[in-house]
């Protein structure tokens, strides 16, 4: 992570900015993956102002305080900013889980078997309602080695498949 530190108006010595790099990368070890933080500070007649940024991955925190002298300015910009992620974390983890379509678990195969046997992709089908000879054709029009449909006579799931020998087979459920 990059802090950048500059000052407006305000000299800024080696030891300040030693000061608020540790504070800010205190508040950094808090949020995941921060691409850099920027703090600016700027001195007006009666009083001083820190401005922080902290850019993280998918979020950008900022925050400004403004005290009599610059330490408590950067205290104060510090302690909202930390709160900021605070709450943006806790939101996070509140909602996590909340979006998105319920997935079905996947275990491991358990018991002796478990190491042998082919790996098993799952795939869901539409088994769409055709005639065995609209599926000839259908098949015929593709490049896949089967295709899975609902026998239009029977109502039944069907499967038909190239044959090795370049001939084509149907599988149906028997009753």
């Given at each position: 992570?990059?802090?950048?530190?500059?000052?407006?108006?305000?000299?800024?010595?080696?030891?300040?900015?030693?000061?608020?790099?540790?504070?800010?990368?205190?508040?950094?070890?808090?949020?995941?993956?921060?691409?850099?933080?920027?703090?600016?500070?700027?001195?007006?007649?009666?009083?001083?102002?820190?401005?922080?940024?902290?850019?993280?991955?998918?979020?950008?925190?900022?925050?400004?305080?403004?005290?009599?002298?610059?330490?408590?300015?950067v205290d104060d910009a510090v302690e909202a900013l930390g709160r900021q992620v605070r709450e943006d974390k806790d939101r996070r983890r509140q909602h996590k889980g909340r979006a998105g379509r319920p997935r079905t678990p996947s275990r491991p195969p358990t018991?002796?078997?478990?190491?042998?046997?082919?790996?098993?992709?799952?795939?869901?089908?539409?088994?769409?309602?055709?005639?065995?000879?609209?599926?000839?054709?259908?098949?015929?029009?593709?490049?896949?080695?089967?295709?899975?449909?609902?026998?239009?006579?029977?109502?039944?799931?069907?499967?038909?498949?190239?044959?090795?020998?370049?001939?084509?087979?149907?599988?149906?459920?028997?009753?």
């Open positions: 992570m990059q802090v950048i530190i500059s000052g407006r108006g305000v000299l800024l010595t080696p030891g300040f900015k030693a000061l608020v790099e540790r504070k800010v990368t205190k508040l950094a070890r808090v949020l995941p993956k921060v691409l850099d933080a920027r703090v600016v500070c700027a001195a007006e007649k009666f009083r001083r102002t820190a401005r922080l940024t902290l850019r993280a991955q998918r979020r950008t925190f900022s925050s400004e305080a403004t005290a009599g002298d610059l330490v408590t300015a018991g002796a078997d478990a190491g042998a046997g082919p790996d098993l992709v799952p795939r869901r089908l539409v088994a769409k309602p055709m005639s065995v000879e609209e599926a000839v054709m259908q098949l015929g029009l593709r490049d896949g080695q089967f295709l899975v449909f609902r026998n239009a006579e029977t109502s039944d799931v069907n499967v038909l498949y190239r044959r090795r020998n370049g001939g084509l087979g149907l599988i149906e459920p028997v009753a």
